[in-house]
Nanobody, 120 residues
């Protein structure tokens, strides 16, 4: 069994920063692509950023230049550094990973989500 545990959500302060973390644990042979998605109530989950096993990255246009995804392969961990936050960045953020449980078997695993909330 494999699980992803996220942390680091909080209140969006316009222009501020937050850092999300996601660590994979369990029966892991290796971890390939990892990514962050976000979802507002009633809307589709959308890609925020993704990073491959060799470090190649891809960002949604709405966050490019403000957010940075990074990973530590030895720790099976991925981070999302969010700078110059905007109120519209408030959402539930989900970590996603393609986890190899053997040399030939992959699972797509999702975290439980962490909330980035806007001030009321």
């Amino acid at each position: 069994q494999v699980q992803l545990v996220e942390s680091g959500g909080g209140l969006v302060q316009a222009g501020g920063s937050l850092r999300l973390s996601c660590a994979a644990s369990g029966n892991i042979f290796g971890v390939d692509d990892m990514g962050w998605y976000r979802q507002a109530p009633g809307k589709r989950r959308e890609l925020v950023a993704e990073i491959s096993g060799d470090g190649s990255t891809n960002y949604a246009s709405s966050v490019k230049g403000r957010f940075t995804i990074s990973r530590a392969n030895a720790k099976n961990t991925v981070w999302l550094q969010m700078n110059r936050l905007k109120p519209e960045d408030a959402d539930a953020y989900y970590c996603d990973a393609a986890v190899a449980t053997t040399a030939h078997a992959y699972l797509e695993v999702w975290g439980q989500g962490t909330l980035v909330t806007a001030p009321t």
